[in-house]
């Protein structure tokens, strides 16, 4: 337990004069002082243990693999045992705080501003610094790899964003992008392009006219953008990839195996495919309302807003009254999953299976009033509110941070066990496959059984009554009084 939490705990606990009945209470795995302080397992050499003070509101959590401090919504530290990654977010997604034993890495903003040290040795380094988009640092102590950017003014960035180098001066005054095959020269960006490479060329005067192009591969050639063009892809191919268009009255597409026609684009058209593709003939109507594909591996049929069924190899999507209801069924290795969604995420809901294993997994939410999870491997739960889960199901500061404030309701269930909580442990009831039972009502009630030994204790204490294998009694005033014998 971290020291500035213990304190505070100890602290709450001797004002309640509670070590003693904590003492004299074997089988307890929760002391439940609600709203002040609710410990679980902290006695169970191996357990996961949980502290929570004033409701979600602080707390300490720790399992197998995991140790948090948090103080909800703004503050959360984590450890994590395996990796010994330290994180700390502060107002998330504010700022975060992530350090290993070779360095440390921060971002604001979700990353809009970032930095990086690291040391990895033998003479190896990082340092990263970004405020996007207006200054980027990235040394590594490799010449051919490391820069700086300084935007708009001067800089230089190294396989970033989609190209080998990007470099400006006085951006849009003048820009080089590179890329493997060849580099665009510009002024007053997008306006002028010049294009230079050991096979390719071009230049254009955007929107105006562009031609560019590279022996055995592209040419490229466009006016008046994007209402006319003229490409021409994988010219070394028998049939090249031809994209023609003089918008909004005619487009064309075709490639070996491959014709599309659209007139008064993009409303009405076709697509015809043959060997050596699958066969597939498509035909749209007042697009994309309107649109009916047959072929070999895929199958559409659309009438939008109304309905909308479409399939290929492994994959089905349906929909119902757009976005009234929409289903989704893919195969990923050696699963099924099915997805139903109602208005995207009102209703949300994934079901995973695998027959040949005997696996079934699910996740659903009905926002904002409950969200439920099944791993398929025994641990299921449940909770009640939960607007946040359905939009960002893999984010785990949400849901360490968030998340629990809005749990007036919680089930969850494993190999081990039920328990079951309401209003942030006000009431908790739990049972575990040992035999092991258990009921809180905050610090007014709690009853407790192992199989072995059961008590009941009113005001944690004030009043006990309890039963063991050697004995038992009553004892008044949190073991002032003690009427407990032993046989």
């Keep these: 337990m971290r020291p500035l939490v213990k304190k505070i705990t100890t602290s709450l606990l001797l004002i309640l004069v509670l070590d003693s009945a904590k003492a004299q209470a074997p089988t307890d795995l929760e002391l439940n002082v609600w709203p002040f302080v609710v410990d679980r397992s902290a006695d169970q050499p191996g357990a996961d243990e949980s502290l929570a003070i004033l409701g979600p509101l602080l707390g300490e959590e720790s399992d197998a693999t995991t140790e948090k401090v948090l103080q909800r919504p703004l503050f959360l530290e984590r450890h994590d045992k395996n ?24 971002k604001m903003l979700g990353g809009i501003a970032n930095g990086l040290k690291a040391d990895y040795g033998n003479g190896e380094s990082l340092r990263k610094f970004e405020i996007w988009p207006l200054y980027w640092s990235y040394q590594n102590g490799n ?18 964003l989609f190209h080998k180098r ?13 890329k493997q095959n060849h580099t665009d020269y510009t002024v007053l960006y997008p306006v002028f392009r010049y294009r230079n490479g050991p096979e390719s060329s071009g230049f254009g005067v955007w929107p105006l006219f562009g031609h560019f192009e590279k022996t055995n591969d592209y040419s490229h050639t466009y006016g008046l953008w994007p209402l006319l063009y003229n490409y021409y892809d994988d010219l070394d191919a028998e049939t090249p990839y031809h994209r023609l268009g003089v918008l909004p009255f005619y487009a064309r597409e075709s490639a070996e195996g491959m014709k599309s026609e ?28 309107i649109v009916q594909g047959r072929g070999e591996e895929e199958y559409l049929n659309r009438l939008a807003p109304i309905y909308t069924n479409y399939k290929r190899p492994n994959y089905q999507k349906q929909w119902f009254l757009w976005p009234l209801w929409r289903f989704e069924n893919r195969q990923e290795m050696s699963l099924d999953i099915h997805r139903n969604q109602l208005l995207w995420f009102i209703w949300w809901d994934e079901q995973q299976f ?47 941070l968030w998340s629990p404030l809005f749990a007036l309701y919680r089930y969850e269930k494993n190999p081990e066990g039920v328990r079951q909580s309401l209003l942030w442990d006000l009431v908790s009831a739990e049972k575990q496959s040992d035999g092991y039972r258990s009921i809180n009502i905050g610090p007014l009630f709690e009853a407790v059984d192992d199989g072995k030994n ?4 009113f005001l944690t ?27």
Excluded: C
């Design 454 to 457: 059961a008590k009941l204790s």
């Design 143 to 160: 010449e051919e790899e490391s820069y700086r950017a300084l935007f708009p003014v001067w800089g230089t960035l190294k396989n970033r």
């Design 262 to 289: 659209t007139f008064l684009w993009p409303f009405f058209g076709y697509t015809n495919e043959w060997e050596p593709r699958p066969s597939y003939h498509e035909i749209r109507y007042f697009w994309p309302l």
């Design 461 to 487: 204490g004030l009043i006990e009554f309890d039963r063991r294998e050697t004995g038992g009694g009553t004892r008044l005033f949190w073991g002032l009084i003690d009427t407990t014998s032993n046989e």
């Design 166 to 178: 990007i470099s400006w001066r006085l951006f849009p005054l003048y820009g080089e992008f590179e």
């Design 83 to 106: 990796t010994l990654l330290d994180e700390v977010h502060v107002a998330y997604p504010l700022f975060s705080h992530y350090e290993r034993r070779y360095g440390y890495g921060w």
């Design 354 to 400: 695998n027959k040949g294993a005997n696996f079934h997994a699910q996740k659903s939410h009905l926002w904002p009033i409950f969200s439920y999870w099944n791993d398929g491997a025994g641990t299921t739960q449940l909770q009640t509110l939960s607007p946040f889960e359905v939009f960002m199901p893999h984010n785990e500061e949400v849901r360490d």
